[in-house]
């Protein structure tokens, strides 16, 4: 059982990326998807999720209405669009699935998540 996140880079304040989380040894589609992100010296916090079952999507309040996830069951792999990004957009990226069917309140919640990929770098550019 794998996640592997990819798709991070370089880009330039207001720029887009677009990262992926794919998986192996499972099917995505039964798990709640969520990408994590961390910054130096900071925690690490939600930044969004795609909930198994139905789809339901959740986005942290720094990213709504810049940020989209979607899912490809086909290919087996969790997509976050990254558009209008901002130099405190720059951390780490994880990807995490779980295999339960969080609220708004629970999320962001890390403990629940069974399995996180290793992360790819996004750094914005000012």
């Known amino acids: 059982v794998q996640l592997q996140a990819s798709g991070g880079g370089l880009v330039q304040t207001g720029g887009s990326l677009r990262v992926s989380c794919a998986a192996s040894g499972f099917s995505l589609d039964y798990y709640t998807i969520s990408w994590f992100r961390q910054a130096p010296g900071k925690e690490r916090e939600g930044v969004s999720c795609?909930?198994?079952?139905?789809?339901?999507?959740y986005y942290a309040r720094s990213v709504k209405g810049r940020f989209i996830i979607s899912r490809d069951n086909a290919k087996n792999t969790v997509y976050l669009q990254m558009n209008n990004l901002q130099p405190e957009d720059t951390a780490v990226y994880y990807c995490a699935a779980g295999v339960h069917s969080p609220i708004q309140s629970s999320w962001a919640n890390p403990g629940p998540y069974d399995y996180w990929g290793q992360g790819t770098q996004v750094t914005v550019s000012s």
């Open positions: 795609i909930r198994r079952n139905d789809g339901y999507k």
